[in-house]
């Protein structure tokens, strides 16, 4: 009768210890929040609003799956637009109205918006996903950034130089370069993969950003007789160059090259016809065979006009699904008692994930910078986008 007390005292013992480890662990990391609210930091209004809207869109894309397969850790994620209009101003007053609170901030954009509004969240300590921008204006706020791009001089060199070695004959090129944000930069990199190719840049024609006027540009770029011109401008520029290109009997538009930030819903609106034929770049691979991808994308054309998703339209959905990741794996529980903590537990997951399934590829972070993501290269026919190359 003792020893049998005693057994049942000891399993008691043991069935009790292990609902005591249970509740600690489930409640110890309880979630506090009835939602997950992500502010994100973009142009809805302003000259590059048409980018804004299909950033939020894919945000929101990635939102909506989330909440049908049942949340974050059980609570529903949303996704909060603050309207930077590209003015610094507003890109710091709507940073200001975040920073106390917010686990981790997306954006802002473009450029401008980030060096302004980055450093606010910097000295409080707040991880900004500023996923749409090149590693150069990234790595100013390491750690409290990601890049969601290599280096630019690593990454788009070898897709200009594809672009060239699949026009043996096209000796010199003409750029088009606005300068705007990272464009400029972009447009060093291009003349570098173009001449390791054996290609010769001609002299650059520059694009002002309030130009109206197209024909005396194309007119400089012409009379320097290049075989190949470069677009290295925004989507509308790029279109009505084109246009103009056209008029002056332009013939070969295989060896009309636009980059991939033109990439973008005013190129096809404003160049209709006449950009058919013409090679583009961006990081997309639009016949991916993957239900996902083919999902999303035929979501974003029936959103959009039946456009295909454009070149940065996948950015802030994955930067959603990383941030998911982060908050479950690392156990976060929204508590603001432990705001600043896992605050760094978020920055730390994102900068370091490894095998990270985008809705494109699967990559991991080294320390902010990504690895295994490529650059696509197609020529435009009758409005589809048809692969001619891959670079890595």
């Not at 006449?274 to 959103?303: C, H, M, T, V």
């Not at 006009?305 to 529980?333: C, F, H, Q, R, W």
């Not at 690895?371 to 026919?381: A, C, N, R, S």
Request: with cysteine.
């Amino acid at each position: 009768m003792k020893n049998k007390f005693f057994r049942l005292f000891s399993i008691s013992t043991v069935v009790i210890g292990i609902i005591l480890i249970f509740t600690f662990n489930i409640f110890g990391q309880e979630v506090v929040v009835d939602e997950w609210k992500i502010p994100f930091l973009n142009c809805v209004t302003g000259p590059i609003a048409s980018i804004g809207e299909y950033m939020s869109w894919s945000a929101n894309r990635a939102a909506e799956e989330i909440n049908a397969a049942g949340g974050i850790r059980g609570k529903p994620i949303k996704i909060e637009i603050h309207d930077t209009g590209v003015s610094k101003d507003k890109a710091m007053e709507e940073m200001a109205k975040v920073v106390d609170s917010a686990l981790v901030v997306m954006g802002p954009v473009p450029e401008a918006c980030i060096m302004a509004a980055v450093p606010i969240a910097v000295k409080a300590g707040l991880l900004s996903m500023v996923s749409s921008t090149s590693y150069e204006y990234a790595v100013e706020y390491f750690p409290w950034t990601v890049s969601w791009y290599p280096r630019t001089e690593e990454k788009l060199p070898p897709i200009t130089a594809a672009w060239a070695k699949l026009h043996p004959g096209m000796k010199t090129v003409v750029q088009f370069v606005e300068n705007w944000a990272t464009w400029p930069l972009m447009a060093e990199s291009h003349i570098v993969g173009l001449e390791s190719a054996g290609v010769k840049m001609l002299q650059q024609v520059d694009v002002p950003t309030d130009a109206i006027m197209f024909e005396p540009l194309v007119l400089k770029a012409l009379a320097q007789k290049p075989d190949g011109i470069m677009l290295t401008c925004n989507s509308e520029k790029a279109a009505k160059i084109i246009i103009e290109l056209d008029k002056k009997g332009w013939e070969d538009k295989s060896k009309i090259l636009v980059f991939s930030s033109a990439d973008d819903t005013a190129l096809y609106t404003t160049g209709g016809e006449n950009i058919d034929g013409i090679s583009i770049y961006n990081y997309i691979d639009l016949n991916l065979d993957d239900p996902r991808w083919q999902a999303f994308r035929e979501a974003y054309k029936a959103d959009h006009n039946g456009i295909e998703p454009a070149s940065l339209s996948t950015n802030y959905y994955d930067s959603v699904y990383m941030i998911k990741e982060a908050i479950e794996n690392t156990e976060i529980t929204g508590d603001p008692n432990k705001l600043a903590e896992e605050r760094i537990k978020i920055r730390d997951y994102c900068r370091n994930v490894k095998g990270f399934k985008g809705i494109q590829v699967t990559w991991d972070m080294d320390n902010g910078v990504p690895t295994g993501k490529g650059t696509f290269l197609f020529v435009l026919e009758n409005g589809e986008k048809v692969f001619q190359a891959m670079a890595k």
